[in-house]
């Protein structure tokens, strides 16, 4: 089955630098890779996410990229703020495997926690 | 707006007990997932379903089944509730297609048994 490693565990930057959050996956079959927000009580809540046929992309201070031949991706927030504090998810999947396109589900890393310092 | 309920948000349950956690999603999503969240684990895929009344086992389905009787709902069942069963349990639902789909996750149920 699919693994996914995240580091690093826990991330402490200043308001206003960037954060950077890796991820490698170990299937080659994984198509999909969200990025999921969890707020500290909260459901976690998806942010970004890319699919295997594109190499990064970019919504206002959030980023990602993806290198399939390494099985490595990698979040990027730049200008971070202090709501940016949580604890981050990656994850990877291969949707369509089933009939009608249903897809597995969703192999997490343990998380990253991202302080950020006033 | 996607919505995704759970049934308790807290349950106390005690050691061989059998243990119903219901979701329901109302935005006919095909594909519905469970996962239990615990501390340094992050979340792990327990059972999810593509489609009504199939099931596919996830990383650690085992102490876990599945019901899944309509498009709405997908039932996690402790048929003999443990003691390392003690863990949050998160519901997700999503649309099904290639391409992968955001999963849109319940409030979650923290379960205890004693």
């Known amino acids: 089955g699919e693994n996914v490693e995240q580091h690093p565990s826990t991330l402490s930057v200043q308001e206003g630098d960037s954060a950077v959050i890796k991820c490698t996956y170990s299937?080659?079959?994984?198509?999909?890779f969200p990025w999921y927000k969890q707020e500290l009580g909260k459901r976690p809540q998806l942010i970004i996410d890319?699919?295997?046929?594109?190499g990064e992309k970019k919504d206002q201070r959030i980023a990602v990229t993806l290198n399939k031949t390494a099985k490595h991706f990698s979040l990027h927030i730049t200008e971070t703020q202090p709501e940016d504090s949580a604890v981050y998810f990656c994850a990877a999947s291969n949707s369509g495997r089933y009939s009608g396109g249903g897809a597995d589900g969703l192999t997490f890393g343990k998380g990253t926690h991202l302080i950020i310092q006033p | 707006d996607v919505k995704v309920t759970q049934s308790s948000r807290y349950l106390v349950k005690r050691t061989g007990e059998k243990v119903f956690l219901e979701c329901v999603q109302d935005m006919d999503h095909e594909n519905m997932f469970w996962y239990r969240q615990d501390p340094g684990l992050g979340l792990r895929l327990i059972y999810f379903s593509y489609d009504v009344k199939m099931k596919e086992k996830g990383d650690i389905p085992e102490g876990y089944s599945v019901s899944r009787e309509k498009k709405e709902r997908f039932s996690l069942i402790l048929e003999s509730a443990s003691t390392n069963q003690t863990s949050m349990y998160l519901c997700a639902s999503s649309l099904a297609g290639t391409g992968g789909y955001e999963q849109y996750f319940g409030p979650g149920t923290r379960l205890t048994v004693t």
């Open positions: 890319i699919r295997s046929n594109v």
């Open positions: 299937d080659s079959a994984s198509n999909y």
